[in-house]
């Protein structure tokens, strides 16, 4: 099977290709193909791959597979689409330069940017959207039987301004639920294999309701044990006690909710923002890796490992929950689920997978066509919802408030127009000012060149 892969340049595509590397199932994928519209950074990914592909890189697989997927790369995006089984969609329009931007002018104006929350990952989807309609016209062009996986941020509403040219060929991922179940499952000593994860809500905005194993719901013990809850990465994020008021954990992204005031005086408060800091450290590893080739996987590692270890370091500070868990580092993150996700289509094979794919009804509280992260069961048809409890009402609320928030951006993207875009800005829960909304689209417009259509 032939896998294609948009933004084949990125730093995280070698984490893929060392999922299919120890892929040694039947009809596994043997051809992968990247796409990136920047030809140094393919060249610098593909030396990571081949010493990959040569055993430098998969030490921790059980056994070498025999023939390693061959990589190839392009940036004519039709050769790359053409002819493939699965593309995977991982684009960063504007690059981590248009992140840097998307923080600073949100900090500087008093409201938090984080990259998919907030004015920040607003501005991300108005340059990102523009893009992602292009390429579904062109998958469904040129590759219309290919099964597109989502992992481009906003992963939510991307994936629902892509279903449109797409149906439900098209399904969003990421790596946030499975990790939370995985971790609260270990916490009660579960198999997190063996359980089932009452979760729900939008990409980077949900909650785990319930941990079925055995028969039972386990939520409430683990609830009620302070060690267990402390034992993990969200019972330190947000404390025992706001766990038992809430009778839920949420998912890590919620604590630029729940604790909005001390995360913006946490994040104005360090000397970079975090896309800052990847700007620098991964223009590094390209740069080095460039005079460096045969150095390409060590140099990735190397980065690798600061990367993750500082991931939402400055919430962690603000709840004083330590270093991350080497635990949760090492247990594989949206790979693995993309990989699940294309075994369980490819060869029929049922899974459970928590996935970014149309309501059909399962949330009483949005329409059918609302993208929505809940649990699925996954086969050959694709990804099919599954009941769930329903959300409670603050639990709604916000997710109401932040769906017309996705919609209305989805809507500006595609009408450039400027007063839906203000909306968008205004109607999110961390603005707290038309004023402001309007003065960071005018801002964002200022010094993103991929918004220029929204100039006035």
Partial sequence: MKLTILGGGGFRVPLVYHALLGDRGAGRITSVVLYDTDPSRLSAIAAVLRQQAAGLGHSDVDAAPLDPPVVTATTDLDEALRGADFIFSAIRVGGLEGRTVDERVALDLGVLGQETVGAGGIAYGLRTLPVAVQIAQRIAAVAPEAWTINFTNPAGMVTEAMIPYLGDRVIGICDSPSGLGRRAALALGVDPSTAFYDYAGLNHLGWLRGLRSGGADRLPELLQSTDALASFEEGRLFGVDWLRSLGSIPNEYLHYYYFARETLAAVQGVRQTRGTFLLEQQSAFYAETGQ?????????????????????????????????????????????????????????????????????????????????????????????????????????????????????????????????????????????????????????????????????
């Fill in 292 to 456: 460096h080739p045969e150095q390409a996987f060590e140099l990735w590692q190397k980065t690798r490992a600061e990367r993750e270890s500082t991931y939402m370091v400055e919430s962690r500070e603000v709840a004083d929950a330590g270093e991350r868990d080497e635990r949760d580092m090492a247990a594989g993150g949206y790979e693995q689920v993309a990989l699940s996700l294309m075994r369980a289509i490819a060869h029929n094979e049922r899974a459970s997978l928590i996935l970014n794919v149309r309501n059909r009804g399962v949330l009483r509280h949005l329409d059918d066509d609302a993208v929505v992260e809940i649990p699925c069961t996954v086969d050959a048809n694709g990804a099919l919802p599954v009941t769930v409890s329903q959300l409670t009402d603050h639990q709604a609320g916000l997710v109401s408030a932040v769906k017309a928030v996705e919609r209305a951006t989805i809507e500006a993207a595609t009408t450039a127009s400027r007063a839906t875009a203000v909306k968008a800005f205004a109607y999110h829960p961390l603005v707290d000012s038309v004023t402001v909304a309007r003065s960071l689209l005018d801002t964002y417009v200022e010094q993103l060149p991929n918004l220029a259509y929204l100039r006035p």
